[in-house]
């Protein structure tokens, strides 16, 4: 980064300041998602925002090596506590917090002290990524569906704050205040919700927000999240993403949806493949599918994700796709009739949403484009529960299990050259040390006990 982009950045920054100023804004908070999928903050009084936009605020290297719960993860070199990085927030993305008055947010890229890339940040990864799609001659569409779960217990055992079934009317009308409230916050930081449900799971619900470019889906994630969260402390309850607050029944996904696009022609609609595939959408697709074991280390990233991923529970367990196939770890969805070249896309099912959306959007786009590079082709489609088939069928088909466990995942994740070269060597490291130490930290757990230790942290 030059003079000539400081002082870029500090104008722009300036511009904003009148605006944020009139909303009652006294404070930003500037923020990056570290490998272990929490949101980690560095904030400044408004005044300070041009000097933070133009030169950042300072943060540790060792935070790439942050556990959940706050172990640093180090190599045993004893490097950690050595270097500093710069935070430096997107300024275009700046909005004021709807549900935390006197506050306003911008995601953040970290930065050396030199003004060069910190080659581990995941969000300067994804732009990286989101280029080299460009320089192909594509864009991409993406967005994550959040579910969550509200507890009205003091403590840290789970108490369902919003009671009635699943999907019923009876459970939005007892929380239809909060429920507004999330809706409400959200509009106002010009989040475009496009449908809120109450979901299957004790005290759960779900919403849905428009696509968007990766970096902005990304980064939109973080502050529906964020929104949703602080809601709920001004209602008394309590948040949780974890894919598992309780052990039994099912827990929360992250599914992220993903449309590949080519001169404003949308490639999953109006191609002769399956579904309306364009060749183009196969292989973006087929890319996917087959790292999809390797993926799961990025988008199920902890222990506990793999307490959800069970056969019959809608989590897509297995390596396979179909149309509209909810038990299928890709789900491609066409949408009504007549819509398709606006609806299509496909949905990645295993994920969670303790993983840093970043590095996920980042998975998913660099299995595309080796995808692309291979000219893969997707395997039969399946169009049945695939637990349904059995073992001889699954096998005859060629339809695998995705990774029971962390360990499973990381090994495939090590394996696979595509994603460790995308990423690059010192990220991968620093992923593995995090997932290791994760490992470690939980060996002989019982799934209570991993449930409760991860049910708040995220």
Request: one cysteine or more; glycine letters at 10%.
């Amino acid at each position: 980064m030059d003079t000539a982009e400081r002082q870029a950045r500090s104008q722009d920054a300036k511009k904003r300041l009148e605006a944020l100023e009139a909303a009652g804004v006294v404070a930003v908070a500037a923020t990056f998602v570290d490998n272990s999928g929490i949101t980690r903050v560095k904030s400044v009084p408004l005044a300070r925002l041009p000097h933070l936009a133009a030169w950042g605020v300072g943060i540790s290297t060792s935070f790439d090596r942050f556990r959940f719960d706050d172990w640093i993860a180090g190599d045993g070199a004893g490097v950690e506590p050595v270097g500093d990085l710069r935070i430096i927030p997107d300024v275009r993305r700046v909005v004021p917090l709807a549900a935390q008055p006197g506050w306003a947010w911008a995601p953040a890229d970290r930065y050396q002290q030199s003004g060069e890339p910190h080659d581990q940040c995941s969000r300067l990864l994804l732009t990286r990524l989101v280029d080299e799609l460009a320089r192909q001659g594509f864009t991409a569409q993406t967005t994550f569906e959040v579910e969550w779960v509200v507890s009205a217990g003091d403590g840290d055992d789970f108490v369902p704050g919003v009671t009635g079934p699943g999907y019923s009317m009876t459970r939005l009308i007892n929380r239809s205040d909060y429920c507004r409230d999330v809706l409400n916050a959200l509009r106002d930081e010009r989040v475009t919700v496009e449908q809120f449900h109450p979901e299957y799971a004790a005290g759960q619900l779900e919403l849905s927000v428009a696509p968007e470019d990766p970096v902005s889906a990304a980064d939109t994630s973080v502050l529906v999240r964020s929104t949703i969260r602080a809601v709920g402390v001004a209602h008394g309850l309590r948040t949780s993403y974890s894919p598992k607050v309780a052990v039994p029944g099912v827990g929360n996904g992250g599914h992220v949806h993903l449309s590949l696009w080519r001169d404003s022609n949308n490639l999953f609609a109006g191609g002769d493949g399956k579904f309306g595939l364009t060749e183009t959408a196969d292989s973006f697709s087929a890319g996917v599918l087959a790292r999809l074991p390797a993926l799961l280390a990025i988008g199920a990233p902890s222990p506990v994700s793999y307490l959800r991923l069970l056969p019959s529970h809608w989590a897509g367990v297995y390596a396979c796709w179909g149309l509209e196939n909810r038990e299928a770890a890709m789900r491609m969805v066409t949408g009504s009739a007549g819509s398709e070249s606006q609806a299509a896309n496909m949905e990645v099912k295993c994920f969670d949403l303790l993983a840093n959306p970043y590095l996920v959007l980042s998975g998913l786009v660099a299995a595309g484009l080796a995808g692309l590079g291979e000219g893969a082709r997707l395997p039969e489609p399946v169009d049945v529960d695939p637990a349904a088939l059995g073992e001889e069928a699954l096998e005859r088909r060629g339809i695998t299990r995705l990774p029971t466990t962390l360990r499973e995942a990381l090994d495939a994740f090590r394996a696979d050259s595509a994603l460790t070269s995308a990423f690059g060597a010192d990220l991968v490291a620093a992923l593995v040390a995090v997932r290791e130490s994760e490992l470690e930290l939980f060996d002989g757990a019982s799934d209570d006990d991993l449930a409760a230790a991860t049910r708040w942290a995220h």
